[in-house]
């Protein structure tokens, strides 16, 4: 793998190949998506491994005293043995950054998943390298909506929220934050979000601007000569309750700032590394607190914490390092009143191959920069399938129906002949006698042996597909692409090449789709996903099917006619599970039992989701038909939900069990569904159901398959 690499001899920055890690107890294997360079921190670090010996001597008296007590102890030729052997190891840059996880070492299992995305922090863990093997007290999982080069900031933004929570602001507090780089930035942005009344002072005119479009009430330079008059404007006379020193170099300015505009009795908080001769006599008239900031948090430099994985009580420790790490991602995530903007911190992206390019900027300052990302080879997983919202459509929902098989005559057409607000206009079935036949018994305007008597009549705004499986993508496709809404039995496709087909279609097309997956609209499911949606935490899930068998010649077996019972009933239930979970599915594993010379009817499916949820479908043809068909349990902070076979559901919680029935008896959703598909026909979109949705079920579908065939996990 390629790791950024420097000689704490020589001050040589190399991209060098080395082995990959591996995963241990208590440590995570994460695959770095985006590592963040801070600017300060790591020149420092860059800078003092180019010194000469005489120069780093000159840098850390502390580390010479050391060595002369080492020289005394053992002699000089062992000590210079002992510094030559210190600097020859090499030092790895970087220690903030994102990916994700592909080892769980021993201990961690259910904690951190593969597949998952996090955040990383810790020099020495979190380099800039392509994998990293990272203690779990310094991992952190990602929200979605946080782009990975958003989330490799929050290692920096944990040393800006420690620095804040060690000032102690309160609601309406004027906090001056002095250097607003990368973490001063960041500060600024954390004091608004709690209440206080950032000011931020810089050298630096670009970087005021930003401060100020990110939240400071006020922006100041020490070079106009007017900050003491500027800060008694901002704050009445008073002078700030708090100062924030963020600045870095060599200077003490910082300290004799803080005690111009500080208010009696502030409290300053030094996290940048400057000059610390600070003016006694300011400081002892004021009573100014002095405190230093330890990094990241409580936890930090503690090996029993960080290394071997200890908790702090959190009654006496709530914010740990690990906890402020978390605070920043979910401050990132979307959805709240405001967020912290990372995004618009970063000023420049390179490719980890040019890492050196990179370094060059920071170091010698080539241009203005402020967050450096590295990127690194593999992107970010495709998103979900978003679709324009289809157009109303003149003269409510005239319905064409491709496909009049048992199912379409037993359970939709007669539940559409009953529905009002739906024409039926064309019934289209290879065989004239049974198109005729259904044209006399439910009422359609027309019948023909054509699918092109529905798909090109410009009469006709929507589209039932009900045939067999082998034909619902193309039938799908080009009723989209003939601008007609489409409502498709399921499945969807018996591929990734037609799923595929059906997203180009609906991409080019101002119609929508909705899959038959009628489950998800029955009235006791609907009771099940608003008692889930009450808890906190994730979901485990339960779907068992005793399905019954069918015989082997059977037309759903055939590959390319029905593709076998899992493409075309096991799609029902990867669905429910989707919809009771309300998450992303991020991996599918399955297994089958032995067929027998038979199809692979007997098969469990275990999803993993984005929130840590699980659901398992259990399906089987192994069993008696006379016992209860499908059963489903769902087990989520503290409660336990079951439903029988869309007959009867039952909520245990708080030690209470309440039990009732489905009213008119047994319910599976079917005619809300074709309800909900109508009515968005006539009002023009969203559409029932999110399409994207209904594609992620189809995919993770055809992933039981891929994971049967494979013996492998798929991930998503």
Not at 199 to 212: E, P, S
Not at 613 to 642: H, N, P
Request: aromatic share 6%; net charge neutral; with cysteine.
């Amino acid at each position: 793998m390629k790791q950024v690499i420097q000689s704490a001899r020589t001050g040589k920055l190399e991209l060098k190949e080395v082995p990959e890690p591996t995963a241990r107890a208590g440590h995570v294997l994460v695959r770095t998506r985006a590592s963040l360079i801070s600017a300060g921190t790591e020149r420092l670090v860059v800078d003092f491994a180019r010194k000469s010996l005489a120069g780093k001597a000159k840098a850390r008296p502390d580390l010479v005293k050391k060595v002369l007590t080492k020289a005394r102890r053992d002699g000089a030729q062992a000590t210079w043995a002992a510094v030559m052997t210190r600097l020859d190891e090499p030092l790895p840059l970087g220690y903030s950054a994102a990916g994700e996880v592909v080892g769980v070492g021993a201990g961690l299992e259910g904690r951190f998943r593969t597949g998952q995305r996090v955040a990383v922090a810790g020099a020495g863990c979190a380099n800039h390298a392509e994998v990293n093997v990272v203690p779990a007290n310094l991992v952190a999982p990602v929200p979605d909506g946080v782009a990975d080069e958003e989330a490799c900031f929050a290692t920096l933004g944990s040393i800006a929220l420690h620095a804040v929570r060690n000032l102690e602001p309160g609601l309406g507090d004027v906090v001056a934050v002095i250097g607003v780089g990368l973490v001063g930035q960041l500060a600024v942005q954390l004091l608004a979000l709690s209440g206080a009344r950032p000011v931020a002072v810089d050298y630096d005119a670009g970087r005021l601007d930003l401060a100020r479009r990110l939240g400071a009430e006020a922006v100041l330079s020490p070079a106009d000569g007017t900050m003491a008059q500027s800060v008694a404007s901002v704050t009445g006379g008073k002078g700030c309750d708090g100062i924030l020193i963020a600045a870095a170099g060599a200077s003490s300015e910082a300290f004799h700032t803080a005690a111009a505009i500080a208010r009696d009795r502030a409290r300053v908080c030094m996290v940048g590394m400057t000059g610390t001769e600070f003016p006694y006599r300011e400081f002892m008239q004021k009573e100014l607190n002095l405190v230093v900031s330890r990094s990241y948090g409580p936890g930090r430099y503690d090996d029993d914490f960080e290394r071997r994985g200890m908790k702090y009580p959190p009654g006496f420790v709530r914010w740990t390092e690990t906890e402020n790490l978390a605070e920043c991602l979910r401050l990132m995530a979307p959805g709240g009143a405001r967020r912290l903007d990372v995004g618009a911190l970063i000023t420049q992206r390179f490719p980890i191959a040019e890492a050196e390019r990179a370094y060059t900027l920071v170091t010698e300052g080539t241009e203005p920069h402020l967050g450096v990302v590295l990127t690194y080879d593999e992107g970010p997983a495709a998103a979900k399938p978003a679709f324009a919202e289809a157009r109303p459509k003149a003269g409510g929902c005239v319905l064409g129906v491709i496909g009049a098989g048992n199912f379409a005559r037993s359970v939709l057409l007669p539940e559409l002949r009953k529905m009002g607000g739906v024409t039926l206009h064309t019934l289209a079935t290879h065989r004239g006698a049974v198109a005729a036949h259904g044209q006399e018994t439910f009422g359609f305007a027309q019948a023909a042996t054509d699918e092109a008597a529905v798909l090109e009549n410009p009469e006709i705004n929507a589209v039932l597909v009900a045939t067999r499986h082998g034909s619902h993508a193309e039938l799908t496709a080009r009723a989209l692409e003939a601008g007609k809404s489409v409502l498709v039995e399921k499945p969807l496709g018996l591929n990734r090449d037609e799923i595929n087909r059906v997203i180009e279609a609906r991409n080019g097309s101002d119609a929508f789709f909705q899959v038959g997956f009628n489950r998800r609209f029955a009235p006791l499911a609907l009771s099940v996903r608003e008692h889930l949606d009450r808890t906190t935490g994730p979901r485990f899930i339960v779907l068992r099917v005793n399905a019954g068998g069918v015989p082997a010649d059977s037309w759903l077996n055939a590959p390319d006619d029905g593709g076998g019972r899992v493409l075309g009933e096991v799609c029902h239930f990867i669905d429910l599970a989707r919809f009771f979970v309300g998450n992303d599915i991020v991996s599918v594993q399955a297994d089958a039992a032995a067929a027998g010379g038979g199809p692979c009817d007997d098969v469990t499916a275990t999803l993993r989701f984005s929130d840590g949820s699980l659901a398992t479908v259990a399906y089987t043809a192994l069993g008696d038909v006379a016992f209860s068909k499908e059963r489903f349990e769902a087990y989520a902070g503290g409660t336990v939900i079951t439903v029988d076979n869309f007959r009867a559901l039952t909520v245990v919680v708080d030690g209470k069990v309440k039990t009732r029935t489905g009213r008119g008896g047994q319910d599976k959703g079917f005619r809300t569904a074709l309800a909900a598909f109508a009515e968005a026909v006539a009002r023009g979109g969203p559409a029932p159901v999110d399409e994207g949705e209904l594609v992620a079920s189809s995919i993770a579908t055809i992933a039981v398959l891929e994971s049967l065939q494979s013996g492998q996990r798929i991930d998503l």
